[in-house]
């Protein structure tokens, strides 16, 4: 793969001077017009040692504006980013829409290392890169461009480079460049294989030659103009897949019963045996958070259900038990103006618990599946596709070691209006019912179908759904509270074992 | 002081019955009043071990609409926390306005515990209490509203309560309880200090006596409830002050010149030297910045000045020698609207390096007493005390570790009219000029006026400012490099020595 990058292109002075003052106008418009349409630019910088990677970075902070340009570094992850999964760190710095991100190796750096070192295999490996592709294709699905660059050097020459920083000694990073140099050829393979597996038609890798520096930027500012420029011709739905099915509903008896209609609402339990098991739940849940913060573990718990379902109500005999400095409760409302200028699942990232902690969604990334289907505030291909983004979201989250319960907290429509109406009458619930709340009751058959394929498509074995039969707040609750202590409780004993 | 929180205070069953359900009414609608009107309410929960501080934060989680309320907890700072001034960890947990943040300890735990154990002495313990009144007045003064709450027990049931506890054996702090509860007099004796030190009329402390738990509690949500109705009573101006001075020109020859008249704007520099120089400078800045990295200092450097004055050619010539890893340029436009839901220097506090980075602000917390100044964004009262805040901020910085660095680029009239006239031919800076920079010309004397006081009143010892000669772009790109350069360098001396 490399030998097409070892054929000693250079670039004279002259022609360079002659180039560069036009490429330097033309990168400056067409940032602005990605500005002005909102994409966000990610532009990946990896590559071997002593390349030039930061030379190349400084150009480009010149040849754009640097008024919403950012270059991200990935050092040793802090300890605030090694208590959560992997790509947290790389979501938190992930750029608004309208300006421009370079990645000091982004995603790619930690796992190509760690292959070369054979310290994870092959398929642990192609996994990560797996990974990678399907992040890179869903920001590109939400309008975002990724360029990535790979820097390439002969053996020959970085050991020439290494030799001269050496005698410099100007660079804190010699030690681990010297060492890298000396993995040359494994780190070669193992380069070859990433980007094998990730070089998509939508989100590409180019390979730049870097022995003459003058080639080296020009072919970067280049490229990037090209894939700029191809990209807004093609408008921004360009890399955007706009495909999704039609769901007809299909003609066979009986094709219209849903889970929900599974659920036997009816289920009921007598103040007294609810007081009695929640308080059994709750103190041995009490004991657990504890445990969980000491082991480190994290918990991400989801409540999703039509209005008035009783998840305020389930939440709060959660929370009785946990104290309030381990958990974290995220209300889901609007969007800010920076959480609208992200991927949706930005503003979900950013709450991930901390190492030991908790986090709490009322209402949750599944919004995208629900009510915005239902409203129509996503596209068809939008929130057909996110299914499958949701579930590789949370496969991270529980591979990392999150314990992940999602619940749907299911009434009926009769008992909502009863509900309504009783809310309607207390002077602390009142705040609580909104016009809105009316409004959704005429969607319900719409929800029902939404709800019914959610759970269909996301009830994953690491990740199931919790539904709970919620016409009687005490069976309700309890439900939930048990479901929590089992699960919790099952979490920490495989941890011991 | 605690003796009058030792009087067996205690609220029935029934009373408590007979109130809550009211106070929980009132308390929602007084919440919904803050939200309305964009108060932040920030309730600090501090006080002896075993008094019930968890108990009565889930209590407030219940009486609250628990969206809009977030419970923080500081435990021991991360990292990422460590690397950045004490505050940092406090400014990036601020509620938005019109929510409600519950801290427990907040910025009092950490002296408070120093102190007892005696690894700060009485002298550094007033100062970070004179740091957190001022914090305090800030937010205040800004419209926040702040509750503080000391929980007290007495020695016998603190006692008393460790040991059921211990034998429950479901709580992780356990330790350091025990260890707290033997330091009760010293604690005690802290306590007070602190209490006396920062009681404000605008921001007091609530003792509140623990022996019974419905007291407590009741104590807690009805001081909240008068606090707040009195704080809506009085309007959003309560507590914070109008008062600001006029300022009159006086009339006594001379009067009228300014700091900006000392510039001396014909210093010029040859290309000749100034290449020779900007190298010179530009590769000792290479080594350096490596070495702040190593040490782990921080570098925040500030760029005030015209339009066109040059800033962002200086900014080019520092970056260009610092690794695009180690630095973030931080270019100051319109807030978003997560920033404006808080104090003004919330959105410069976000940015501030982690160990061992730099952040380069071009425009910065200084457009508070020069734009908004000029234009009228804020009132005379906001900007007139805005100089002390920026001082403590500062001086925050620095005590740190931070080196900080302020630079006002000077030029005259005619000069700017001269580069506006030429960025108008000039293809790749045609995009910096905007209608805004014309119109703002139109206001130079008041800006004069507003940058001679800036600097009068925020040029310290500590971070005194440095204003440059400007016409000649040669000899300012050197004065900044070489500025930077020699502060930098002074830095990593001292640091050795």
Chains 1, 2 share one sequence.
Not at 5 to 30: I, M, Y
Not at 53 to 59: G, I, P, Q
Not at 178 to 192: C, G, I, S
Not at 438 to 454: G, I, P
């Amino acid at each position: 793969m490399f030998e097409a990058v070892e054929v000693g292109r250079k670039v004279s002075k002259e022609d360079f001077k002659a180039r560069e003052p036009e490429l330097h106008v033309q990168l400056l418009k067409a940032q602005r017009s990605l500005r002005k349409q909102g994409t966000p630019l990610i532009i990946v910088v990896a590559g071997v040692e002593l390349a030039g990677k930061a030379d190349v970075v400084r150009r480009l902070n010149r040849w754009f504006d640097a008024r919403g340009v950012e270059n991200v570094a990935f050092w040793d992850p802090t300890d605030e980013e090694t208590g959560r999964p992997y790509y947290w760190r790389f979501w938190r710095r992930m750029p608004t829409r309208g300006s421009i991100s370079i990645m000091f190796g982004s995603w790619y750096s930690r796992p190509i290392v760690e292959h070369a070192h054979d310290t994870i295999n092959d398929g642990d490996f192609d996994r990560v890169m797996d990974r990678n592709r399907r992040l890179e294709r869903m920001l590109r699905q939400d309008g975002a461009l990724i360029v990535k660059f790979w820097f390439h050097l002969e053996r020959k020459e970085q050991r020439r480079r290494l030799k001269k920083v050496r005698k410099e000694g100007a660079n804190i990073h010699l030690d681990q460049q010297a060492q890298f140099a000396e993995r040359y050829t494994d780190l070669a393979a193992t380069a070859e294989r990433a980007i094998r597996q990730t070089d998509t038609g939508e989100c590409p890798w180019f390979l730049v030659e870097c022995g003459d520096k003058r080639y080296r930027d020009l072919t970067v500012g280049e490229t990037l103009l090209q894939t700029i420029d191809h990209f807004l011709e093609k408008g921004n739905g360009n890399g955007q897949s706009q495909a999704f099915h039609e769901l007809t509903p299909i003609d066979i008896a009986g094709a219209d019963t849903t889970i929900l209609d599974r659920v036997e609402l009816d289920q009921a339990l007598d103040r007294e045996r609810y007081k009695e098991a929640l308080e059994q739940h709750q103190s041995r849940i009490r004991r657990h958070a504890w445990e969980m913060y000491e082991r480190r573990r994290n918990v991400v718990v989801v409540f999703e259900g039509w209005d008035a379902a009783g998840k305020g109500g389930a939440i709060r005999r959660i929370v009785a038990a946990v104290d309030p400095r381990l958990y974290h409760l995220i209300s889901v409302s609007a969007p800010t103006d920076e959480e609208l200028a992200h991927h949706y699942l930005w503003r979900f990232w950013r709450h991930i618990p901390p190492a030991g902690g908790m986090t709490i969604y009322d209402r949750s990334w599944y919004g995208r599946v629900l009510v915005e289907r239902v409203e129509g505030f996503a596209s068809a291909a939008e929130w057909q596709r996110a299914y499958q983004e949701i579930n590789d979201f949370e496969e991270q989250l529980v591979e990392h070691g999150t314990v992940l319960l999602k619940f749907f907290m299911h009434i009926s429509p009769e008992e909502q209006l009863r509900r309504f109406e009783e809310r309607e009458k207390t002077p602390w619930k009142k705040h609580k019912l909104t016009d809105e709340d009316w409004r959704n009751r005429d969607k319900w058959d719409a929800y029902v179908q939404a709800v019914n394929e959610m759970v269909s498509r996301t009830s994953t074995h690491f990740a199931p759904w919790h539904i709970i039969a919620g016409n009687d707040k005490y069976h309700a609750r309890v439900d939930v509270v048990r479901t929590f202590d089992e699960t919790v409780t099952a979490a920490l004993k495989a941890d011991k074992d």
